[in-house]
């Protein structure tokens, strides 16, 4: 008798289970029409109309965006709260809208987004086993896959002359510098001089290059720069080498280009103090012979618009092309030792190419620091500065989220993080690895992955950078 009761009661559930499937699956079904409809993809090719197809069929815009329609149960307890938490966490990870909205577009795809895509495919990570128990439709074929990683080829022969590349390389993530900007060589050559004027400065004594020095890296090699009067500042100086393949300037991105980040230090209070624009131009147009030459190029003059606009031009051209890793992508393989090639292998294998991604290596997304395990409790002593990309979108989902540093010439850089809390590059390796990827590496695999990104320093005007 109990065996039957167990016999009908695993029968109900059963039917329950399978009668939900069935209904989640007609609502899927439904949702994938939708979003098939309301983007038109005629347009574009037929590449990028298969993919979107996958990606709307599979359902990824559930967990991976805020405003997506839910199933019936998405209310129900137990469910809900479960729901909830795989939305807030695949957010964390991946926001898919921007991505389909390029893609309706025909405009480029993000280097990040594509990496990010293309790294659970190659782990089988996505769709996650819980979400298949309940949608069936959602697993990914063997053609789903070679599907959408044909696009992701397709999508990165977009942003890069693949032919740059060795055979072997192929398709990879991240890129050697080959990108030279077409620039205005007479405002590079004034934006070199105001770049190294501290007559930008409120007292005189400080340039940009007093913490962004081309002889270091781009940096100043401090946990804090020093400013005007000895003031310093709350955050660790970026390197400005290779900054024009930034997406956005500073940690938080609150600069949307080069030009407007040369505008923001100078009147920094804790930075270059100066009092006004006015005041800068007034000392500027002093000097006779700095007049004609801003005169020769600009005919406004000296203004705040003609000097950050030069020193935005000068910066283009800080690029740091040819190193052993370009090399190496390049087809040459004696330019790594057998150690350092095993530290690209540990690079790849443990997801850092997904978001230090393209020629610069990083600068073109926004990632939570700490995003498998929490950073910020650990470190303690939390202040306004470590919430990175909130302070400029005020979004929730933004707190903790830092542009993610280049890392070109990274050896030269240390100290590491927004708050140098990583004083030597092995120490950033470690815990890059314990809080971005949720790993503990071995000290063997540190000093692999720490040998490989010293062969990232690249050259400057064809001399190797120190």
Known sequence: MEVKKAAIVLGIAASGYLLTVYAVDRFDNKMSVLRKENIDLTQHQAITASAFDIIADKGCQYCHSQDSDMPFYAKMPVASQLMDADIRQGLRHFDIVPLLENMATGNKISEVDLAKIDGVLNDGSMPPTRYLAMHWRSSLSTQDKKTLQDWIAHERSRHHDQTTLADVHINSPV?????????????????????????????????????????????????????????VGPINAPTVFNSVFNTHQFWDGRAADLQAQAGGPPLNPIEMASESWEQITGKLNLDTALVEEFAAIYPEGITEHSITDAIAEFEKTLITPNSRFDQFLQGNQDALSAKEQQGYALFNQYKCST????????????????????????????TDVDFGRFNV???????????????????????????????TLEEA?????????????????????????????GEYKGQQLQ
Do not use: W
């Not at 007559?199 to 913490?211: F, K, M, P, V």
């Not at 393209?358 to 950073?375: C, R, T, V």
């Not at 314990?434 to 992955?449: A, C, H, P, T, W």
């Open 175 to 231: 890129q050697p510098i080959t990108t030279i900007s077409d620039v205005d060589i007479a405002k590079v050559s004034l934006g070199d001089k105001l770049y190294h004027d501290v007559r930008l400065s409120g007292d005189d004594t400080i340039s940009c290059a007093s913490c962004h020095s081309l002889d270091t890296g781009g940096v100043d090699r401090l946990d804090s720069s020093v400013g005007v009067g000895g003031a």
């Open 355 to 382: 978001c230090h991604v393209g020629e610069a290596m990083g600068g073109q997304s926004f990632e939570i620091m700490g995003l498998k395990n929490d950073y910020f409790a650990a470190r303690g002593n939390v």
């Open 429 to 457: 390796v470690d815990m890059m690895a314990f809080y971005q990827v949720g790993v503990q590496l071995s000290r063997d695999e540190v000093e692999k992955i720490t040998a490989y990104l010293h062969t990232l320093t």
């Open 393 to 423: 979108t005020g979004r929730e989902e933004d707190k903790y989220r830092f542009k993610t540093p280049t890392l070109r010439n990274v050896a030269l850089t240390a100290p590491y993080f927004h708050d140098a809390y990583a004083q």
